[in-house]
């Protein structure tokens, strides 16, 4: 069973900013995403990508501050993450999958996701 591991996570103030890292040891993802949970809060997807076209897919409330990317060689997607706010603190996770049928319109569904890393905490204090 393949474990993605997550790193990066941290505390920091709003206005700044955190680099994610996922690594997915053995590659052979097509689909690579980010989700977020927080306290009460049901799990949401930040952003994903398809590893073979590149394109990227983001929720409006980090369109413009995230970025999702991806390094090949070392089957390892990032988030980075800018101007923060108080309201992206969660617990991020990092998803993958082989198959997405339609993942320009299903990357949003965690469902579509059978590998996941075990989330790593972002804190952002006002």
């Known amino acids: 069973q393949v474990q993605l591991v997550e790193s990066g996570g941290g505390s920091v103030q709003a206005g700044g900013s955190l680099r994610l890292s996922c690594a997915a040891p053995g590659g052979g993802f097509n689909y690579m995403a980010w989700f977020r949970q927080a306290p009460g809060k049901e799990r949401e997807a930040v952003a994903a990508?398809?590893?073979?076209?590149?394109?990227?897919y983001y929720t409006d409330s980090v369109q413009l501050r995230f970025t999702i990317s991806q390094d090949n060689a070392k089957n390892t997607v990032y988030l980075q993450m800018n101007s923060l706010k108080p309201e992206d603190t969660a617990i991020y996770y990092c998803a993958a999958a082989r198959v997405v049928y339609q993942f320009y319109r299903e990357w949003r569904g965690p469902g579509q996701y059978a590998y996941w890393g075990p989330g790593t905490q972002v804190t952002v204090s006002s």
């Open positions: 990508i398809g590893i073979g076209s590149g394109i990227a």
